[in-house]
């Protein structure tokens, strides 16, 4: 019923940045959280960020503390990953996903997602 589309990735060096986009469809947007994922290359997923319908709460894993930010806008349908001075170790495929779940600590665990996008490709070089 929801489908995801993410945009924004690329190719960036050693300390720049790159922006997400996740654009979402469906009118009830802001009652899901919107959590971002990655999956670099030989690894498995990983969770990234999250933040709460309204935009108020964020939650961030801590490889990406202090250098990453998500955002939302509702009357858009989209969420955003500011992500700067990035690392090799960025280096990812990643995802955003839609859960209904308002329990802020489940955030972090990527079952609890009910709608997931296609993945955009990052890749920072040093």
């Known amino acids: 019923q929801v489908q995801l589309v993410e945009s924004g990735g690329g190719l960036v060096q050693t300390g720049g940045s790159l922006r997400l986009s996740c654009a979402a469809s469906?009118?009830?947007?802001?009652?899901?959280?919107m959590g971002w994922f990655r999956q670099p290359p030989g690894k498995e997923r990983e969770f990234v960020a999250a933040?709460?319908?309204?935009?108020?709460?964020?939650y961030y894993a801590d490889s990406v503390k202090g250098r990453f930010t998500g955002s939302r806008d509702n009357a858009k349908n989209t969420v955003y990953l500011q992500m700067n001075s990035l690392k090799p170790e960025d280096t990812a495929v990643y995802y955003c996903?839609?859960?209904?779940?308002?329990?802020?600590?489940?955030?972090?665990?990527?079952?609890?997602?009910?709608?997931w996008g296609q993945g955009t490709q990052v890749t920072v070089s040093s």
């Open positions: 996903a839609a859960t209904d779940t308002s329990i802020w600590f489940r955030w972090r665990n990527s079952g609890y997602y009910n709608y």
């Open positions: 469906g009118r009830t947007f802001s009652s899901y959280a």
């Open positions: 933040i709460s319908g309204s935009g108020v709460g964020t």
